[in-house]
């Protein structure tokens, strides 16, 4: 029998079912192999140990921050006290974020489809949910009556699990309607790191903008860290929202070795080591549409994504049903429908990869979904 997903759940806990899989490709988390750079930053963890109890963290702080956004493009980021808040993970920084918004804000308009645990932070703290569909976003001028009907824009770029990436003019033009309509301009910037197009200076676009926005940072899906990572939360000068006294009840600060840690990574990354990360994971992208090829009915949405994950279309297939099949072999993808999160059933006959995995796994795991498939 097909258990129908809300039985199980948001993609998180389809995710925490994969945790103990020998073949795990649920989840957005890089889990393949530390490359050789990155290996000589964990054997130098006891150095930076010693470094980070000896260095004011605030120094620590500022250098990490300049190293991860530089690498990424951001070169405008404000490092002024206060914009960039150091947080657990992304979620926690969204949560921060949520709090802030609805003690100013009813209704937010959030991009459609994204990954759940986003609608469902936001809902959680009683916002309201306006669905903005990708197309539209990335359309034209979004309607008027909309952004005069909500507190918040709330865009996934590259959005997740699409990797459709917002361009430095959408998002100009994006962040001058939401100046305009006085709305705050929110970006998860989570998959950043993957694609090359989304390495243009957000910031220098927002801060000429003039409109009050919030970015969230992650380090958490580009390096295997074991989940030691930070979510930034930045946000623009006079925003209108309680971030500090929010951020105040969550947390002081985050673990001043792991700051070191990402900084040591950002620098191997920007000394090859991103590029080498974009050839692996195109890699792994073409073993899974290679190994697929030819399958009835089988195509891939998002040909020119960059995220370390892939969508597979099943065609008539249901991704519930191709999920459960899977899983009978232990091996665990997510099924789509929860990424749509106003409509599921439009992601009913889809499969999300993960590509940030061995590329032993990743053929493995083809096999055995290309076998699954042509029986099915
Ligand atoms: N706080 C949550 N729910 N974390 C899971 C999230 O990081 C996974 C993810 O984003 C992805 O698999 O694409």
Redesign the pocket.
């Known amino acids: 029998t097909v258990v129908s997903d809300d039985a199980l759940g948001n993609?998180?806990q389809f995710?925490f079912l994969a945790l103990n899989s020998s073949l795990n490709l649920a989840?957005?988390?890089a889990r393949q192999d530390l490359t050789l750079g990155q290996s000589r930053v964990v054997e130098d963890l006891p150095q930076l140990w010693a470094q980070a109890v000896k260095q004011p963290v605030d120094e620590i702080e500022r250098e990490a921050i300049g190293t991860y956004f530089e690498l990424l493009g951001q070169h405008s980021y404000p490092a002024a006290e206060g914009r960039v808040l150091s947080c657990y993970?992304s979620?926690v920084a969204m949560e921060i974020f949520a709090r802030s918004l609805a003690t100013v804000a009813e209704r937010i308009a959030l991009v459609h489809p994204t990954?759940d645990?986003i609608p469902d932070i936001l809902r959680g703290v009683g916002l309201e949910l306006v669905a903005v569909e990708e197309e539209q976003l990335h359309g034209g001028d979004l309607d008027a009556a909309l952004l005069d009907s909500v507190g918040c824009l709330f865009v996934t770029t590259p959005n997740?699990p699409t990797g459709k990436v917002v361009s430095r003019e959408r998002l100009a033009r994006l962040a001058e309607q939401c100046a305009r309509h006085d709305v705050v301009l929110t970006l998860d910037t989570?998959f950043r790191g993957f694609d090359p197009a989304a390495h243009y200076d957000h910031y220098e676009v927002l801060r000429d903008s003039g409109c009050r926005w919030v970015v969230i940072e992650d380090t958490?899906k580009l390096w295997p860290t074991l989940e030691l990572k930070v979510g930034w939360l930045v946000s623009s000068e006079h925003n209108g929202l309680p971030l500090g006294k929010v951020y105040s009840d969550i947390l002081l600060g985050v673990s001043p070795l792991v700051l070191l840690m990402i900084k040591r990574l950002a620098e191997d990354a920007a000394d090859g080591g991103l590029a080498d990360l974009h050839r692996f994971i195109a890699t792994n992208r073409a073993i899974v549409r290679d190994g697929l090829a030819g399958v009835p009915e089988v195509t891939f949405p998002d040909p020119l994504s960059r995220a370390s994950?892939e969508r597979v279309h099943l065609g008539s297939r249901s991704g519930l049903a191709v999920w459960q099949e899977l899983r009978q072999h232990n091996l665990f993808a997510l099924p789509c429908g929860p990424f749509h999160w106003a409509r599921p059933e439009e992601g009913g006959n889809c499969l999300r990869i993960a590509l940030s995995r061995s590329p032993e796994a990743v053929e493995a795991a083809t096999r055995l979904l290309r076998s699954v498939l042509v029986a099915s």
Do not use: P
Request: proline share 0%.
């Open positions: 993609l998180t995710e989840d957005g988390h993970s979620s990954f645990n997740n989570s958490g994950v």
